[in-house]
């Protein structure tokens, strides 16, 4: 096994020029799949015979929900990988996480709550699901504030790191809450053991809103953790060379 | 056209749910291009100290 490719991602320089190549791509992608979804989503699939149209929520409810608990994964795993090996640019990616984890938590819950009006009677029910996620918005929210309450980078890494690793509790909790709980929300439609449990003309738009908001979410983390990885560096030959460069292009 | 847009009376409730999921990944998208930006000028001005010291 070659573990070469593995070190290279944790020089700075290395994954600052792979990020750059990379993150206009996902966004491309991303941007070129939402009209598409959007479209599936509002004008293709067939009105749903007990919730009518207000169930095209779900294309912007779902895909904000996963990704946010998604997000909030990636985060511990890349702070644990950043605590145990002390690799700076984990931290970097940990770090990005957190402002695009909060908006798909924050969105989440309010398409959630603007759903809920019509279907439950209720902006906000004290529910498992609805608990679990707000405590989702809570780390995010927490881990933000926490970084930016200390001033030494180094000491704010690893403070905000232990945060993101304990928080990841919430994750199978949010997941399951839905059946170990009596819950007013519904259970999971499309990753069930017996396959999706609506018709392919209303999942296709589904996947597609997932592709998009999982493309952006990869763009929106890259484009953050260059940022951070700019401001970790302290001179550098590569940066002299990489801002120069930049000067140069515009 | 009007029909699309009502929704069968859920319109309100579908139109708030895409227009606030749509501007959050705009806003989102706006705000990490700026925090680069922001890094882009912070690490010029920095490298810029260091050859004046």
Known sequence: ?250 | MREFLDMNGYGTYVWSAYGIAIGGLVLSVYLARRQLRLARDEARRRLAMQEVS
């Not at chain 1, 930016?148 to 945060?163: K, M, N």
């Not at chain 1, 059946?179 to 392919?200: K, V």
Request: proline share 6%.
């Open chain 1, 1 to 250: 096994m070659n573990w070469v490719w593995f070190h290279r991602f944790g020089s700075p320089p290395y994954f600052y020029r792979m990020a750059g190549r990379w993150a206009p791509w996902f966004l491309a992608l991303a941007a070129l799949l939402l009209p598409v979804g959007l479209y599936g989503g509002l004008a293709v699939a067939p009105t749903d015979y007990y919730q009518s149209d207000v169930f095209r929520i779900i294309y912007v409810h779902v895909p904000t929900a996963y990704l946010s608990v998604m997000t909030y994964t990636w985060m511990a795993l890349a702070a644990a990988v950043a605590l145990i090996w002390r690799i700076k640019v984990c931290h970097a990616i940990a770090a990005a996480c957190a402002p695009a984890g909060a908006m798909f938590t924050a969105v989440a819950l309010a398409t959630g709550m603007i759903w809920g009006q019509p279907t439950w009677g209720t902006y906000w029910a004290w529910d498992p699901r609805i608990i679990s996620e707000l405590f989702v918005l809570f780390f995010f929210l927490g881990y933000i504030a926490l970084r930016g309450a200390i001033e030494d980078r180094d000491r704010a890494d690893r403070s905000s790191a232990v945060l993101a690793v304990v928080g990841v509790v919430n994750v199978p909790i949010v997941h399951y809450s839905v059946d170990w709980w009596n819950s007013l929300h519904q259970g999971p439609t499309l990753m069930r053991a017996d396959g999706p449990a609506m018709p392919m003309s209303m999942a296709w738009p589904l996947l597609v809103m997932l592709a998009s908001y999982t493309f952006f979410f990869v763009a929106i983390m890259l484009m953050r953790a260059r940022a951070e990885v700019l401001r970790r560096e302290r001179g550098g030959a590569w940066l002299r060379e990489e801002l120069a460069r930049l000067g140069a292009a515009t």
